[in-house]
């Protein structure tokens, strides 16, 4: 009796078809990129998170829908569909998984990604996203938000990929609520995952301590 794997609810043959772009700076953008008919059961099983930032992964409760994606986000399909794209050896390189679920006012300046990040993936798990605000945008330069090469609703299943460099500029205009993003990032050590973990278990003690901090 022949046992078959489930479906992937990832679309690597539309990543490998989507062109980069490489100027001013590589990144690449797949609208659907998380297959339709997974979404139902993804936004299901997603975590509740009530606040806003990013959250690891490891510190959430959330169903076997969005556990299968994330355990398919950190596989050697999804780092070989990556290195193929931008031309970059990540082997070796460790992932970390954050997660957002609201979005404050004050989000969204503009800011280029640690050093310690290598490449970063952002897939959005909006239904749909008629505000002005929150729309993330790839920038020409760290002072203008208009000045965008791109701007990317975030609307359910939509991938976001780029190669941090000194000028992976992005950020968006202001929005106040739920907005859901998962994030990958390759980075260049271990000790970077530790100390996201480290620096989310302190804030989760500060906050503990003062609701309101």
């Not at 998380?34 to 979404?39: D, M, Q």
Request: proline share 6%; hydrophobic share 40%; net charge positive.
């Amino acid at each position: 009796m022949t046992i078959r794997s489930p479906m992937s609810a990832l679309d690597f043959e539309r990543l490998r078809q989507v062109p980069l772009t490489t100027e001013p700076f590589s990144f690449v953008i797949v609208p659907g990129f998380i297959r339709g008919e997974a979404l139902a059961a993804i936004h299901r099983d997603y975590p509740q998170v009530s606040r806003a930032g990013s959250f690891p992964v490891s510190t959430l409760r959330y169903g076997p829908a969005f556990a299968a994606v994330v355990e398919e986000l950190q596989s050697p399909a999804m780092r070989h569909a990556i290195e193929e794209k931008f031309g970059i050896a990540l082997d070796g390189r460790p992932t970390m998984v954050t997660v957002r679920g609201r979005c404050r006012a004050r989000d969204g300046a503009i800011h280029t990604d640690s050093l310690t990040k290598i490449i970063t993936v952002l897939i959005y798990m909006n239904g749909g996203w008629e505000a002005r605000g929150g729309r993330l945008r790839l920038l020409r330069s760290a002072t203008d938000l208009d000045d965008f090469i791109a701007e990317i609703p975030p609307v359910e299943g939509t991938l976001l990929a780029f190669k941090r460099s000194d000028n992976s500029y992005h950020g968006h205009k202001p929005f106040e609520g739920e907005r859901r993003a998962i994030q990958l990032n390759w980075v260049t050590h271990e000790s970077v995952v530790r100390k996201e973990l480290s620096r989310h278990r302190l804030s989760a003690w500060v906050k503990m301590l003062n609701p309101f901090a």
